[in-house]
């Protein structure tokens, strides 16, 4: 039973337009979450995390946007860039993020066309 | 500063050997967790060390066994290897003092079991 949801297993998008990657979850114990980028042959490198009391975090061209009563989140990459093409992971945690085990969703390859 | 650094990068093994995998965590953090991620799938929690203790299991059965060293680094040892072990072993650091702060992710060890 997965409890992190990426439902998409690929996206492609035109360079300098909007990248929206989805994620929804069942265990409303998780109270932070985080998504990572990962290139092939490289470990996942982390982007941007909510805590559960905020409905959005801005960092840059990434926004994570959190839902709480859907419980879905989003990240939002605009404008989205060629070297942005890689796998999405969404994560959740109910320890706080760093002392707790990481649950992530399968992944969605993200394609920026030029 | 120095990040995660796992070693070997790849390891071919026969079914019924035993591995150990080593990751050297980030300067400063002294939590370290394991994660398996098979082809086309999130990375999946094995177990947590904090202080040279376990601190936290996924599902995996004790076959999967690991240590911490006083400097904080790690290893990951599987017995009697079978041939669905064959995954990307990632390791992850944590700073200490808790809270809501991302893992930092090493490259991996691409373990094929034949």
């Known amino acids: 039973d997965q409890q992190v949801k990426q439902n998409s297993p690929s996206l492609s998008v035109q360079e300098g337009r909007i990248s929206i990657l989805n994620c929804d979850y069942t265990?409303?114990?998780?109270?932070?979450f985080l998504w990572y980028k990962k290139y092939p042959a490289e470990g996942p490198t982390f982007l941007i995390s909510i805590s559960s009391i905020k409905d959005k975090n801005e960092d840059g061209r990434f926004t994570v946007f959190l839902n709480k009563s859907a419980k879905h989140l989003s990240l939002h990459i605009v404008p989205s860039q060629p070297g942005d093409s890689a796998v999405y992971f969404c994560?959740?945690?109910?320890?706080?993020?760093?002392?707790?085990?990481?649950?992530f969703g399968k992944g969605t390859k993200l394609s920026v066309k030029p | 500063e120095t990040g995660v650094t796992q070693s070997p990068t790849h390891l071919i093994k026969t079914r019924g050997q035993q591995v150990t995998l080593r990751c050297s965590s980030q300067?400063?953090?002294?939590?370290v967790s394991w994660y398996q991620q098979a082809l086309g799938q999130g990375p999946q929690f094995i177990f947590q060390?904090?202080?040279?203790?376990?601190?936290g299991r996924g599902n995996f059965p004790p076959r999967f066994s690991g240590l911490q060293f006083p400097n904080y680094s790690s290893e990951l040892n599987v017995n009697a290897l079978e041939l669905d072990d064959s995954a990307l072993y990632l390791c992850?650091?944590?700073?200490?003092?808790?809270?809501?702060?991302?893992?930092?992710f090493g490259q991996g060890t691409r373990l094929t079991v034949v």
């Open positions: 060390y904090y202080r040279e203790e376990e601190n």
């Open positions: 994560a959740a945690s109910d320890y706080g993020g760093s002392q707790g085990n990481l649950i």
């Open positions: 265990n409303s114990m998780f109270d932070y």
């Open positions: 992850a650091s944590s700073p200490p003092g808790g809270g809501n702060t991302e893992a930092f």
């Open positions: 300067s400063g953090h002294n939590t």
